[in-house]
């Protein structure tokens, strides 16, 4: 598999002979406010910009999307992707999203709302684990914070979900979304045995709430779980209320040992694995 790093949550897969582009979030650096009520909610989003040509990024096979908050899909994304391409999202609730309209503006905290008429023809959802051109896709559960966290916010964290991706010719591979660790992840692991794991590890929070995907404590915890897998660090150094950089990220693999298990790109860095 080839796995490129195109900002925040944004990846390029080609798996299996197919090319997917996940969670695209493609506006221009600045482009939106900060998300209200996180961390660093002054800074805009993106906080940095694209370095891959638009039209590299959206020449693929398929898109998946494993939520619909605005740092995982948003205007620009609608507007550059076409419109027949096939579109896998998490449940029947965001592909109502997708398909209604693609033009989408961002509404309070980490919500978006959609206006104008264009839409997606072909969105499927990741319910009943589909199969595209001989790829499987297999929707496994995360979740966007502690209980705590959930209990108190679920209106504005919501459902999210991960994947494991397999293919005959290919390395088992789980993307865990925008998930901390959790019981979730840790039976995930344990039931799949993935050879590639993908986490979001940018450390974003919500203060008095904590963190919301995961932190350098987290990934630690992943590569115990799963020592023989190859660990790539996503979601980082993009968005407001991140709060672990790529730089700490490294810093803190170095000091545990583990920087021979961790992968950490940067935004245009591809890794084949």
């Given at each position: 598999?080839r796995?490129?790093?195109?900002?925040?949550?944004?990846?390029?897969?080609?798996?299996?002979?197919?090319?997917?582009?996940?969670?695209?979030?493609?506006?221009?650096?600045?482009?939106?406010?900060?998300?209200?009520?996180?961390?660093?909610?002054?800074?805009?989003?993106?906080?940095?910009?694209?370095?891959?040509?638009?039209?590299?990024?959206?020449?693929?096979?398929?898109?998946?999307?494993?939520?619909?908050?605005?740092?995982?899909?948003?205007?620009?994304?609608?507007?550059?992707?076409?419109?027949?391409?096939?579109?896998?999202?998490?449940?029947?609730?965001?592909?109502?999203?997708?398909?209604?309209?693609?033009?989408?503006?961002?509404d309070?905290?980490?919500?978006?709302?959609?206006?104008?008429?264009?839409?997606?023809?072909?969105?499927?959802?990741?319910?009943?684990?589909?199969?595209?051109?001989?790829?499987?896709?297999?929707?496994?559960?995360g979740?966007?914070?502690?209980?705590?966290?959930?209990?108190?916010?679920?209106?504005?964290?919501?459902?999210?979900?991960?994947?494991?991706?397999?293919?005959?010719?290919?390395?088992?591979?789980?993307?865990?979304g925008?998930?901390?660790?959790?019981?979730?992840?840790?039976?995930?692991?344990?039931?799949?045995?993935?050879d590639?794991?993908?986490?979001?590890?940018?450390?974003?929070?919500?203060?008095?709430?904590?963190?919301?995907?995961?932190?350098?404590?987290?990934?630690?915890?992943?590569?115990?779980?799963?020592?023989?897998?190859?660990?790539?660090?996503?979601?980082?150094?993009?968005?407001?209320?991140?709060?672990?950089?790529?730089?700490?990220?490294?810093?803190?693999?170095?000091?545990?040992?583990?920087s021979?298990?961790?992968?950490?790109?940067?935004?245009?860095?591809?890794?084949?694995?």
């Amino acid at each position: 598999m080839r796995i490129r790093q195109i900002r925040n949550a944004t990846v390029s897969l080609e798996f299996g002979g197919i090319r997917f582009l996940i969670d695209p979030w493609l506006a221009e650096k600045d482009a939106y406010p900060g998300f209200a009520g996180t961390a660093n909610d002054h800074l805009r989003n993106p906080t940095a910009a694209l370095v891959v040509p638009m039209s590299e990024i959206v020449d693929v096979d398929a898109v998946i999307l494993t939520h619909a908050h605005p740092d995982h899909w948003d205007h620009a994304a609608a507007e550059a992707i076409r419109p027949d391409i096939p579109f896998f999202t998490q449940h029947f609730g965001d592909k109502a999203l997708v398909s209604d309209a693609r033009s989408i503006v961002l509404d309070n905290g980490l919500h978006v709302r959609q206006v104008d008429g264009k839409t997606f023809t072909d969105v499927r959802v990741l319910t009943g684990n589909p199969e595209f051109m001989g790829v499987k896709l297999k929707k496994v559960p995360g979740q966007h914070g502690s209980d705590v966290a959930i209990q108190n916010a679920y209106d504005l964290l919501q459902e999210v979900c991960g994947l494991v991706i397999s293919h005959p010719d290919e390395k088992t591979l789980y993307l865990a979304g925008d998930t901390i660790w959790n019981e979730y992840v840790e039976a995930n692991i344990a039931e799949y045995r993935p050879d590639v794991i993908i986490v979001n590890a940018g450390d974003a929070q919500i203060p008095g709430l904590g963190h919301i995907i995961m932190n350098c404590d987290d990934v630690a915890r992943v590569c115990e779980a799963a020592p023989n897998a190859t660990i790539i660090a996503s979601h980082m150094d993009a968005v407001n209320h991140g709060m672990t950089s790529r730089s700490q990220l490294r810093d803190y693999l170095q000091k545990a040992g583990l920087s021979h298990r961790v992968l950490v790109p940067e935004d245009g860095e591809s890794l084949t694995v």
